[in-house]
């Protein structure tokens, strides 16, 4: 399609759910010519990196998949409401396989930098194989949760024992029987982790820096009966999740808690919790999200239920979250979190109470002054979230200008999808989108389709170069920042703040105005409708 051709129409970096649709409708819907670089040996994205014990899916497997290849949707069998790692990989190996997507995938290749070339309105990029390529349009399907955040412990290097980070698991797993392992991190990785490993430990011993809300999963396996109303209701299911507020059908009560008596919202609230799932976080009262008195009537639910679950009041009163927002942190899923507290095995060093790690020493990890040794250490401690994986691309734009230098205050995106002095890139969920606040492939098929149009219609008109102009970029981060300004987030050391690595910027990262996905899906429709509003094209 290029008149002065690149190598590539396209280069796009990442080959999880995002780079394997990017691909697809790229080069099978466009007939483009394409390139994926993907710095893993094979596809999958997260499902390929994070291996380790008790790693599965949250969202309900009918709708964490792609629903744009609807006989597979009709023909896949998920084994269980949340299907675990290795069978979310398989899914995604198949749907490689199917759509003849690996040939045109270079892996165990990470990209080093990428220029764009204003005289030639060109991307250039180079690789950490040698390859320089050029390309008309540079699509960033990077992920959100794909840069690890090591923390820099003082010690780590004079550890005599082994030591994993969660997202970086080796293939042929670890072997934890017999062996006295530390797992350092609460959040949603640690919360599936620690119930495993306790199960083989001789003794684990769990380093919390900040206790979480954990809600039950309650996996299983789904009543075949459900599977085939689903199955036989998919075109409506993909309507409903495209127009939901978190592209799961999930909706807030409308009512405020405060309006309930006790005994009202003990019966809505047993029932979100039997039912399991994110129906406790994203179907609950909505006030909860913008009212601390609210939110303190919900959290305080989830505080009676660590109580009761939890034997010994100490270690239950140091488990139980204090001083932020119920569902201002991203919500863990448990099977049998706080019961894995009960086993005499397990330990519990709490920063706030025992004292916080100081370093780790060739046995173990000392924290508050206490030494505790160790065999095995999991470093559950998380991710750059959502602008990590982007800044780590070291783009330059028109002028030279850097990502790294644009954002040093926090991401400046227009829809979360494209930045101004960076034209003809695009990222897929990237920070400002609802992204991470969304049943992702929900998210990714929405910017996939958007950003295949937006190539399809620059081909069609004959143009060169499209670039978020700097007045819509403006006008869209301080959107962005209203919308969060409104609600509790704002308050609590998330990740969504980008509260988790030091000397980040604190701001609200995804995006959650216009009624959550179906409304920023319709925005963005209108966008395009209106020629691209907010962009300048070439
Ligand atoms: P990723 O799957 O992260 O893929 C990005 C790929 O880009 C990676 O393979 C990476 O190696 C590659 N890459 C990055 N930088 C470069 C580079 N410079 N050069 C080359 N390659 C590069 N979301 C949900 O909605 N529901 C869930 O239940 C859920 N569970 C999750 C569980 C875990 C443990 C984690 C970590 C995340 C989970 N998520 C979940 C979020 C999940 O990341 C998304 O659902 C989805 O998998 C993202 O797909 P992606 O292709 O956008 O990104
Ligand atoms: P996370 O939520 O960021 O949790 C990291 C944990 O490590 C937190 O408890 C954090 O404490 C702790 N930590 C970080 N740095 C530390 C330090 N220097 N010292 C001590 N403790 C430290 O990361 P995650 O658990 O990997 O989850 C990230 C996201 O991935 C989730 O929120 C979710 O979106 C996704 N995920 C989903 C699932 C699923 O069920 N499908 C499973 C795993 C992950 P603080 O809280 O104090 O920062």
């Not at 409308?254 to 919790?273: A, C, G």
């Amino acid at each position: 399609m290029t008149d002065a051709a690149g190598d590539f129409d396209a280069v796009v970096i990442g080959a999880g759910f995002s780079g394997l649709y990017m691909l697809k409708s790229l080069r099978d819907s466009l007939g483009l010519k394409v390139r994926v670089f993907e710095a893993g040996d094979s596809v999958g994205g997260t499902w390929y990196w994070n291996r380790y014990p008790g790693a599965r899916c949250d969202s309900d497997a009918y709708i964490y998949c792609f629903t744009w290849d609807k006989q597979l949707l009709q023909d896949w069998q998920w084994s269980e409401r949340y299907p675990g790692q290795a069978e979310i990989l398989r899914y995604l190996e198949h749907v490689a396989q199917r759509h003849d997507l690996k040939r045109d995938i270079a892996f165990g290749t990470r990209v080093t930098s990428g220029a764009f070339d204003e005289q030639r309105n060109l991307w250039v990029v180079h690789t950490d194989k040698g390859d320089e390529v050029t390309a008309r349009f540079l699509i960033a399907a990077v992920g959100t949760l794909s840069a690890t955040n090591m923390p820099q412990f003082e010690g780590l290097e004079r550890f005599k024992g082994r030591w994993y980070h969660t997202s970086r698991f080796p293939h042929a797993g670890v072997d934890f029987t017999g062996k006295r392992v530390g797992v350092v991190g609460t959040g949603a990785t640690a919360v599936q982790a620690i119930p495993e490993i306790a199960q083989q430990a001789k003794q684990l011993t769990v380093f919390q820096r900040t206790a979480n809300y954990c809600v039950p999963a309650r996996n299983g396996k789904v009543d075949p009966e459900v599977t085939a109303a689903r199955k036989a209701d998919y075109d409506g299911i993909v309507r409903r999740i495209r127009e939901s507020p978190f592209g799961q059908e999930h909706y807030f009560i409308e009512k405020s808690v405060l309006e309930t008596t006790p005994e009202e919202r003990e019966r809505e609230f047993d029932r979100m919790w039997d039912a399991g799932g994110f129906g406790f976080w994203i179907a609950n009262y909505q006030d909860m999200f913008f009212d601390q008195q609210a939110n303190d009537i919900c959290a305080d639910y989830l505080k009676r239920k660590i109580r009761s679950t939890v034997k010994d009041p100490a270690v239950a009163e140091r488990l139980i979250p204090k001083g932020y927002a119920y569902g201002t942190k991203r919500q863990p899923l448990d099977t049998n979190y706080f019961e894995t507290f009960n086993k005499d095995s397990v330990l519990l060093v709490d920063a706030a109470t025992d004292g916080a790690i100081e370093a780790i020493t060739e046995t173990g990890i000392r924290a508050g002054g206490k030494e505790y040794t160790l065999d095995i250490i999991v470093f559950a401690t998380g991710f750059d979230a959502m602008t990590g994986p982007l800044t780590a691309l070291n783009l330059q734009g028109r002028g030279g200008c850097t990502l790294t230098e644009e954002w040093e205050h926090g991401p400046r995106t227009y829809l979360g999808v494209a930045m101004a002095g960076f034209p003809n890139l695009f990222t897929i969920t990237g920070p400002q989108s609802p992204s991470v606040l969304s049943n992702m492939p929900v998210s990714i098929e929405q910017h996939v389709e958007w950003i295949t149009d937006c190539i399809d219609t620059m081909r069609r008109e004959g143009r060169t170069t499209i670039e978020a102009t700097p007045q819509a970029q403006d006008e869209w981060v301080a959107h962005v920042a209203e919308a969060a300004a409104g609600t509790l987030m704002t308050g609590t050391n998330s990740w969504y703040m980008g509260a988790n690595i030091p000397g980040k910027p604190r701001v609200f990262l995804p995006y959650l105005g216009e009624a959550g996905v179906g409304g920023y899906r319709r925005k963005c429709d209108e966008v395009a409708a209106d020629g691209y509003a907010g962009f300048a094209l070439t």
